[in-house]
DNA sequence: CGAACTATTGACACCCCTCAAGACCCGTGG
DNA sequence: CCACGGGTCTTGAGGGGTGTCAATAGTTCG
């Protein structure tokens, strides 16, 4: 039941397993497992919560709304990623996030932190990689609407997800799951839905990208990248210290 | 010559000060300082860099491009603001900093940042703190940029900034610095320069801001914040833990 | 087989961008 | 003191990218 293999609390050296020290330590900070249906929320905007969590498997979005209804994506949520930092650190959660597929997670209670961050400073780098890691994704996300066109931001948006896809080990060499809706693509493009459905027929059509049954097919990456004005660089998994 | 009252590293109980074990070990940790004239790069997006930096006084902004030249500004750098987090703990800067005014910094040797995490959870804390901090600013801005129209956005921002320069302590009730241009301005809202001076142009036509001479004046603040559909809650000064 | 959700397509409107020219502001040097 | 120059702000005209509305088709699941 208590599985620590895919927690992201060890990005001092991703390549490193843990020591048996750190494995207790970890498996005793460790509070247990959720799962979560498709489609349900994981933690609200505004909310505090007990727990802070790790995707061990799943999909999800963040996700900010306006009163009136309007909704953007701040980020696509992958198995490995640390959700709840917010409200662990802060006093509450600045923006939602909701599961796209069925996911578990890895549960950790948030009182507990403090221990961590006492007797664990590689814990403590690893949360420091981690929000350092979502803040450059956000940064991305935010030239990318701010910046750039419809055509360029959905090549560059589905870049990304490819390229995260691969990272975790999900599809292969011109395949990728893709579990997002295009309302979700939309709402993290700050494109309208229909929009989005007509550039994306248009990139269909043009045999850039293939998209059907949640799977992406990209025959060419980098002129997927060329066409979203972004450099390809992979993810950077290995940080310095 | 060494000063680490406005260090943003003590934000796990903002209004307690370091104790004289802690003043010591901070400026140990301090390298010294750095000033930097208006309009002058700190840190390049991409580039690796030895130091992190604290803002002691000044301003500047923090931004992304496209190699075609086109610019996203990402964030607004304040007094108290952590500079480099990002080339401290991942391999190189994913955005750019530049100063707006002058500005002095304080500088924190990088290959130390492990001692600090070590020896100190309450900074490990500050740290992450900060991180989650940014990471909310961010989203908050990408809410702006993707969903909100432009009008919606020059009073958040301007709201957003207000609140800010009042967090700081700078202006009064009706007053606050206003250092950057509005291009600045324009780049940050993902608008182009024309559009955000003829929105401000109205706005200031209708009494809602007063804007001249590097000033800012807004008599009601409530009335900006339901201009631009955020909800006026101020900044959060005490996290839990 | 129906219900609910998701994707697709067309028509039309408008917000915002681009281009372009001029005004203002301010430091520098003759 | 005034002319000059660069940066910033302002204003107008016109075009295009994207949004909204609305209706239909396709898909999934009970």
Redesign the pocket.
Known sequence: MIDCSNCPLRKHDVFAAFTPTEERFMKEFKAGELKVDA?SPVLSEGAASPYLYSVLNGFGVRSKAIEDGRRQVTNFVFPGDLIGLQTAVMNAMEHSVDSTTAMTLCVFPRERLWDLLKNSPERAFDMVWAGAREESLLGENLLSVGRR???ERLAAALWNIFSRMRAIGEGDRAHAPMPW???DLADAL????????????RMKDEGLIQWS?STLVVEDLDQLAAVGSIEATPERKRPLI
Chains 1, 2 share one sequence.
Do not use: E, F, I, Y
């Open positions: 489609g066109t419809a055509r809706r295009q309302q700050g494109l309208s839905l229909v929009h989005t459905n007509k550039t994306l027929s049954s």
